[in-house]
């Protein structure tokens, strides 16, 4: 039998995102909301990749709501990179402090949205076959969690285990005595690789392309940074939010190209030393200039050929043919040194690509490589995966997988012509995976909520962008975008093109999150321009 409830708001997804839209219109504006979660708990991403090493590489000060100031007083963090466990133990934290479980439906996969335009309703169908009414639909999907399995032929036939990162058991996986294949170098295999090569017998990394890595220099919180952190919480705040990036620091104000050779070395190895994605901001110019870049990505190749021992394995994991940070650039913990151990061998699909999975293992070009257990550590597809898996149909039955063929088309990345009444949080088209994603989440959340409560102050029952609005805004992300180094990277997800027969098109808004912000303030002050109010 099938149930039909009818609320103001639904909300899909209960990670960062979901959980304070649930927050805000719940608790804030009074509206009776819920959240579709197809997870059996709070945490998104945080929820699902529990692979071995999952870390946030943003500090942990920085990677948590700022919107409760008693929120921000009571939490400890107990490291500068918090591990999966404790970041899930943060959100579970948020939802007994707000009350949320209460109106989450876990174990709610969503399998369907239309648009009722006679009523103006979103109607939202369940796996389970529940159906749901509300006059908002609110996506906080995620941007990465939809993970990418290579079609590579004859997995079905493999005599082992296989895993993706991003759906890892919660059981764990036991590596003991056992050979394992890790497929893939990007943020997530780069935390994998040494924690599974601690345990397994024998590791083969199958690396398509060399990635950089910064050292994270993770450590405990001294007692002296964790009263900093609660002291200078408007500060911290302040920064991550009038900058370009959400982190807790600013970019310098200095250019690598006007920088004399033997200053530039001091500075980069003192970002090394210090670890982490500041690195990044030691110039202004980086993600600008390729000559400025190159300085940087000239450093941290010539480190990567220091720490590898064997000459062989040196060249592979240093011969990088993108800018640095042009591809999402990961930071490590005893990565590199990883292959200096005696069970860990790397394999270049460069040179030999892998042909297919046969049932002892895979196959390259070269060889055949025998495995108990491949991890997947193949990425997402990122920014529109999951929003596509919903199947959103809006005015007139149209299709977003159908609108969305030749590649994503959003206003400011929260509305889609065509689609009344529906937001995206972190949506493609907004800063998203070039932020740090709370401070990001959190604009976003408080943009859309404002929005609905202008409606209902004034009685308006629905609201969506135009063709223009949208058109125009596409022009200004593909503009940022090629301001910069970042579509250089033919092969990177920014670009969808770790997916087959995905569109290659810039997903991201490379404008930085405080320009972002300023926009969404001017659009809104100005009676939400480029959105129609009935
Ligand atoms: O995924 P990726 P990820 N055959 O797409 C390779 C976030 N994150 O999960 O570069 C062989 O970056 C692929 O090769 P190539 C973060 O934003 C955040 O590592 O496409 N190899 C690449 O090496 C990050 O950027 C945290 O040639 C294949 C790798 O698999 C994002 O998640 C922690 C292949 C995929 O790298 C995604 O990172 C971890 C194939 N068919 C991750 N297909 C935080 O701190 C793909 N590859 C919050």
């Given at each position: 039998?099938?149930?039909?409830?009818?609320?103001?708001?639904?909300?899909?997804?209960?990670?960062?995102?979901?959980?304070?839209?649930?927050?805000?219109?719940?608790?804030?504006?009074?509206?009776?909301?819920?959240?579709?979660?197809?997870?059996?708990?709070?945490?998104?991403?945080?929820?699902?990749?529990?692979?071995?090493?999952?870390?946030?590489?943003?500090?942990?000060?920085?990677?948590?709501?700022?919107?409760?100031?008693?929120?921000?007083?009571?939490?400890?963090?107990?490291?500068?990179?918090?591990?999966?466990?404790?970041?899930?133990?943060?959100?579970?934290?948020?939802?007994?402090?707000?009350?949320?479980?209460?109106?989450?439906?876990?174990?709610?996969?969503?399998?369907?949205?239309?648009?009722?335009?006679?009523?103006?309703?979103?109607?939202?169908?369940?796996?389970?076959?529940?159906?749901?009414?509300?006059?908002?639909?609110?996506?906080?999907?995620g941007c990465l969690?939809?993970?990418?399995?290579?079609?590579?032929?004859?997995?079905?036939?493999?005599?082992?285990?296989?895993?993706?990162?991003?759906?890892?058991?919660?059981?764990?996986?036991?590596?003991?005595?056992?050979?394992?294949?890790?497929?893939?170098?990007?943020?997530?295999?780069?935390?994998?690789?040494?924690?599974?090569?601690?345990?397994?017998?024998?590791?083969?990394?199958?690396?398509?392309?060399?990635?950089?890595?910064?050292?994270?220099?993770?450590?405990?919180?001294?007692?002296?940074?964790?009263?900093?952190?609660?002291?200078?919480?408007?500060?911290?705040?302040?920064?991550?939010?009038?900058?370009?990036?959400?982190?807790?620091?600013?970019?310098?104000?200095?250019?690598?190209?006007?920088?004399?050779?033997?200053?530039?070395?001091?500075?980069?190895?003192?970002?090394?030393?210090?670890?982490?994605?500041?690195?990044?901001?030691?110039?202004?110019?980086?993600?600008?200039?390729?000559?400025?870049?190159?300085?940087?990505?000239?450093?941290?190749?010539?480190?990567?050929?220091?720490?590898?021992?064997?000459?062989?394995?040196?060249?592979?994991?240093?011969?990088?043919?993108?800018?640095?940070?042009?591809?999402?650039?990961?930071?490590?913990?005893?990565?590199?040194?990883?292959?200096n151990r005696d069970?860990?061998?790397?394999?270049?699909?460069?040179?030999?690509?892998?042909?297919?999975?046969?049932?002892?293992?895979?196959?390259?070009?070269?060889?055949?490589?025998?495995?108990?257990?491949?991890?997947?550590?193949?990425?997402?597809?990122?920014?529109?995966?999951?929003?596509?898996?919903?199947?959103?149909?809006?005015?007139?039955?149209?299709?977003?997988?159908?609108?969305?063929?030749?590649?994503?088309?959003?206003?400011?990345?929260?509305?889609?012509?065509?689609?009344?009444?529906?937001?995206?949080?972190?949506?493609?088209?907004?800063?998203s995976v070039l932020?740090?994603?709370?401070?990001?989440?959190?604009?976003?959340?408080?943009?859309?909520?404002?929005?609905?409560?202008?409606?209902?102050?004034?009685?308006?029952?629905?609201?969506?962008?135009?063709?223009?609005?949208?058109?125009?805004?596409?022009?200004?992300?593909?503009?940022?975008?090629?301001?910069?180094?970042?579509?250089?990277?033919?092969?990177?997800?920014?670009?969808?093109?770790?997916?087959?027969?995905?569109?290659?098109?810039?997903?991201?808004?490379?404008?930085?999150?405080?320009?972002?912000?300023?926009?969404?303030?001017?659009?809104?002050?100005?009676?939400?321009?480029?959105?129609?109010?009935?």
């Open positions: 039998m099938q149930n039909t409830n009818t609320l103001d708001a639904i909300v899909i997804g209960a990670g960062f995102a979901g959980m304070y839209q649930l927050i805000s219109l719940r608790d804030k504006l009074g509206l009776r909301t819920r959240v579709l979660e197809a997870g059996s708990g709070v945490g998104g991403t945080w929820f699902w990749n529990r692979y071995p090493g999952a870390r946030c590489d943003s500090e942990s000060h920085s990677y948590m709501y700022y919107f409760s100031k008693e929120l921000v007083q009571e939490w400890e963090w107990s490291e500068r990179y918090p591990q999966q466990p404790e970041i899930l133990r943060y959100l579970n934290h948020v939802a007994d402090k707000f009350d949320l479980r209460r109106d989450i439906s876990f174990d709610t996969r969503v399998t369907g949205a239309n648009f009722d335009e006679a009523k103006n309703q979103w109607v939202v169908k369940t796996e389970a076959g529940e159906t749901l009414r509300a006059q908002f639909l609110i996506t906080a999907v969690s939809s993970a990418n399995v290579p079609n590579t032929p004859g997995l079905d036939r493999f005599a082992g285990q296989w895993f993706h990162t991003g759906a890892w058991p919660h059981e764990g996986v036991d590596f003991k005595g056992k050979h394992v294949g890790v497929i893939g170098t990007g943020s997530t295999g780069i935390q994998a690789i040494p924690m599974i090569a601690k345990e397994a017998d024998h590791v083969t990394v199958f690396q398509r392309t060399a990635n950089y890595s910064l050292p994270a220099n993770n450590a405990p919180l001294t007692e002296d940074f964790k009263q900093y952190a609660k002291a200078h919480a408007d500060e911290i705040y302040e920064i991550m939010t009038t900058n370009g990036n959400g982190h807790p620091f600013h970019i310098e104000k200095r250019k690598a190209v006007e920088t004399p050779a033997d200053e530039i070395e001091q500075i980069y190895e003192a970002a090394w030393q210090k670890g982490g994605l500041q690195f990044r901001a030691t110039f202004e110019d980086l993600l600008v200039s390729n000559d400025a870049n190159k300085t940087a990505a000239e450093f941290i190749q010539r480190k990567i050929r220091q720490l590898i021992k064997d000459p062989v394995k040196a060249e592979i994991l240093a011969d990088i043919d993108h800018p640095f940070a042009a591809k999402r650039p990961p930071i490590d913990s005893n990565y590199f040194d990883t292959f069970n860990v061998s790397l394999v270049s699909l460069r040179d030999a690509p892998m042909q297919e999975i046969v049932p002892a293992g895979i196959k390259t070009t070269e060889k055949v490589y025998p495995l108990d257990i491949i991890v997947f550590a193949t990425g997402f597809d990122a920014m529109t995966g999951s929003l596509l898996k919903l199947n959103i149909e809006g005015l007139g039955g149209r299709k977003l997988n159908d609108d969305w063929q030749a590649g994503p088309r959003t206003y400011l990345g929260l509305q889609i012509p065509g689609y009344p009444n529906l937001f995206t949080i972190t949506g493609p088209g907004s800063p932020c740090n994603l709370p401070p990001a989440i959190e604009q976003h959340v408080e943009w859309i909520t404002d929005c609905i409560k202008h409606m209902r102050t004034h009685q308006l029952e629905t609201v969506q962008t135009s063709d223009r609005a949208c058109d125009q805004w596409q022009q200004e992300v593909d503009r940022a975008a090629n301001a910069t180094l970042l579509p250089q990277v033919k092969h990177s997800w920014y670009l969808g093109a770790n997916v087959p027969g995905k569109p290659r098109v810039f997903m991201p808004y490379a404008g930085g999150l405080s320009h972002y912000r300023s926009i969404c303030n001017d659009v809104a002050a100005d009676g939400y321009r480029g959105m129609r109010f009935s």
